[in-house]
């Protein structure tokens, strides 16, 4: 079964449906590359899928510890290259909205880089990642 079904909408814009929630997301074309840069790039969703899947993974381990990992944030930066066009470095800070002792910091640490997408991207992509503790 299709995960998601993508209809280009002209003007370097495309509609991804997720077929199952029917929830949509609108991509356009960076400013850089042609376009308006009023959504999110592809690229710039490949960065944030890294982010979330990394909070994704967190949330589980935490409720596994029984731990409230409620508003814990990330920030996302994205670094293209040229030569080919495409992403050389991710960076990611992400503040934990919670105070926990050092074992679980450990823990949830390194749960977020076994996410799916870590292991998925190109490994000549960068990944600069950052915790900030309460």
């Known amino acids: 079964m299709a995960t998601s079904k993508v209809t280009?909408?002209?003007?370097?814009?495309?509609?991804?449906?997720?077929?199952?929630?029917?929830t949509e997301?609108?991509?356009?074309a960076p400013v850089d590359n042609n376009g308006r840069g009023e959504a999110f790039s592809p690229t710039d969703t490949v960065a944030n899928g890294l982010a979330t899947c990394m909070l994704t993974?967190?949330?589980i381990k935490a409720r596994?510890?029984?731990?409230?990992?409620?508003g814990s944030t990330a920030e996302v930066t994205k670094i293209?290259?040229?030569?080919?066009?495409?992403?050389?470095?991710?960076?990611?800070?992400?503040?934990?909205?919670?105070?926990?002792?050092?074992k679980t910091k450990m823990i949830?640490?390194?749960t977020a880089i076994t996410c799916p997408v870590h292991y998925s991207l190109h490994p000549e992509i960068k990944r600069e990642i950052a915790f900030n503790w309460k």
């Open 80 to 102: 293209m290259a040229v030569e080919p066009r495409r992403i050389s470095e991710i960076h990611i800070t992400f503040t934990m909205n919670l105070v926990v002792d050092e």
């Open 64 to 70: 596994d510890l029984d731990v409230d990992f409620s």
């Open 108 to 110: 949830l640490e390194r």
């Open 8 to 22: 280009y909408l002209g003007d370097l814009r495309t509609s991804s449906i997720h077929l199952q929630s029917g």
């Open 57 to 59: 993974v967190m949330g």
């Open 25 to 28: 997301i609108i991509s356009d």
